[in-house]
């Protein structure tokens, strides 16, 4: 039986064990994912002989996923934007580590609202951390133009400056004072929250959407709560919303792909299906 395991530390919230194990059951495959919880001391000497422990895959959270990156014998190319993997399987006894959160923000952008294209859409992005580097890249790659606000200003500098290090055409990508992002609003075909405002027992990210498009899609990563005050506000106006739980469960199928390909090829299986089951089970845990 195949096992897989989500490592980081605090992990015994993480919701992954309810999405991997709903898809195992759902389709009939024997296996199992488990949660482990590990000491800093001991992260490095697991990971390196994940294998010989019995698991044939993983998910790397909080706070491990920089270290995955430095460890692991490949990586994908969408993890050097970030310098962080948050999935990982083995290859011929070698460790390949993948970002699926750019991968994870798109497909639930994309399958939340009918007929959205990112080519050509002027994306103003909050933030300047993991998450907005993983989805910056992946929207830039799809053809949208990026202005980028964060508290730390010389943050999203950096993330430019790496960006174009890494390849990546950043002329796309405009850096404006954290201050005026409400301005900016007008300009937005989608205003996307990367930031951790607006999370249960962070500070509300303080807004004023006058200026935002009726038409503007309006998207926040964070998922606890589910319905951000950011996204309320929007809702109230009239502006389509996409929440961020459909982000946790799209980043997730890329793993479970690999780790399961041949049991999914042996049913005739190609994509997991993010189902509204699927995410009613998660919400329930939130
Ligand atoms: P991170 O690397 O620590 O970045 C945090 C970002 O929030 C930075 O841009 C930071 O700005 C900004 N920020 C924090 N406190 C702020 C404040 N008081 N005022 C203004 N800006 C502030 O974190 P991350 O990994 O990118 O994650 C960010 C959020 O996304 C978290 O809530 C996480 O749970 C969520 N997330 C969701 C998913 C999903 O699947 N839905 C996936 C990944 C992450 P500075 O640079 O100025 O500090």
Redesign the pocket.
Known sequence: MKKICVIGNPAKHSLSPIIHNYWLNKYGIEGKYEIKEMKNENFAQFFLQIEKEGYSGCNITIPYKEKAYELVGVRKRESEFIGAVNTVWIEKGQLIGSNT?GY??CENIEKSIQGFDFKGKKAVV???????R?IISAILAKGAEVTLL???IE?AEKLKNDFTDKGIDTQKILIKD?EQWEQILSLANILIN????G?SG??ELKLDLKNLPQEAIVTD????PLMTKLLLEAQKRGNKIVD??G??LH?ARPGFEIWFQEELKARGIKNVEVSKELRSKVEEHL
């Open positions: 959160d994870g923000f909050l933030g300047a951390g993991g998450a907005a993983a964060n508290r730390t943050k954290w990367t930031t951790s405002l999370m962070q500070e990563i964070v998922y606890r961020g739980l982000m946790l980043q």
